[in-house]
Nanobody, 119 residues
């Protein structure tokens, strides 16, 4: 599975951005996908996840009500609509895909896209 993010950039506080994650390869084997972010000097943290079977969605408390995760299976693409952005949302955002096999769980990551929110 290969993942490529796009859509990052510089935006003022209160603005919006939409990130995209295009998946290729064995996409039929993906059980769930998600967005993670790594703020400067901090550890990577979960932003939102969505399952492949029933589209169950989970958000981090910090983004609830502002961010929306979605996916288009016809395009093998996942999105993250980010509204009401805050300076603390500044981070490198990573796309993640999970494949659960019988004995192992595989995690795939994109290269990351920078989101910078100015105050």
């Amino acid at each position: 599975v290969q993942l490529v993010e796009s859509g990052g950039g510089l935006v003022q506080a209160g603005g919006s951005l939409r990130l995209s994650c295009a998946a290729s390869g064995s996409t039929f084997s993906i059980n769930a996908m998600g967005w993670y972010r790594q703020p400067p000097g901090k550890q990577r943290e979960l932003v939102a996840t969505i399952t492949s079977t029933d589209s169950s969605i989970n958000y981090a408390d910090a983004v609830k009500g502002r961010f929306t995760i979605s996916r288009d299976n016809t395009k093998n693409t996942m999105y993250l609509q980010m509204n009401s952005l805050k300076p603390e949302d500044t981070a490198v955002y990573y796309c993640n895909a999970v494949r659960r096999a019988v004995l192992f769980t595989y995690n795939y990551w994109g290269q990351g896209t920078q989101v910078t929110v100015s105050s």
